[in-house]
């Protein structure tokens, strides 16, 4: 499979730039061999503190919802929250991607006009960047390019995300 090849070809020059390994989506659907080398890969990276790789796997945002929330009620139940009172943050939580900051930036190559149920939650204030080249043909150019086009953008991130930003630059 095309993903074990790629760790275990890849994973020395992870480990070398001090990278940590992070997978998000159901891995736990993924055949048994995928998921031995993902664990073990990201076991190997997990004390990295440089520079956090978060692949998608078995991803789709609307899963990725569904399972924060059954997470949510599973922490209510085993801890007899009656009082509990969900909010953003409990939320991002309990999400894959917890603890990673919500990116800035969604990169849509092949003119697609459309998130294709890809972080859904997260990318609620992403600029979006829409380009016609195909994701195999997207290089470092056409990357420049994307980062360029979203510096010269005045970002606008609508009421309780400026209050959010704001709070998280003061922390």
Known sequence: ?????????ELPAIQKNNI???VLGRSEELPEGVRKD????MA???????????VALNYGGRAELVDAFNSMLDRIRANGLAAFRADEQSISEHLYTAGLPDPDLLIRT???MRVS?????????AEIYVTETLWPDF???RLLESIVDFQKRERRYGGLGAS???????D
Do not use: C, D
Request: charged residues 25%; glycine residues 6%; positive net charge.
């Open 1 to 9: 499979m095309l993903l074990r090849e790629y760790l275990k070809r």
């Open 20 to 22: 940590r390994l992070l």
């Open 38 to 41: 993902i664990e073990k890969a």
């Open 44 to 54: 190997s990276t997990a004390r990295n503190t440089g520079m956090k790789l978060a």
């Open 110 to 112: 092949s003119g697609e």
């Open 117 to 125: 149920n890809f972080l859904l939650w997260q990318i609620a204030y």
């Open 139 to 141: 290089g470092r150019q």
């Open 164 to 170: 959010r930003r704001v709070a998280a630059a003061q």
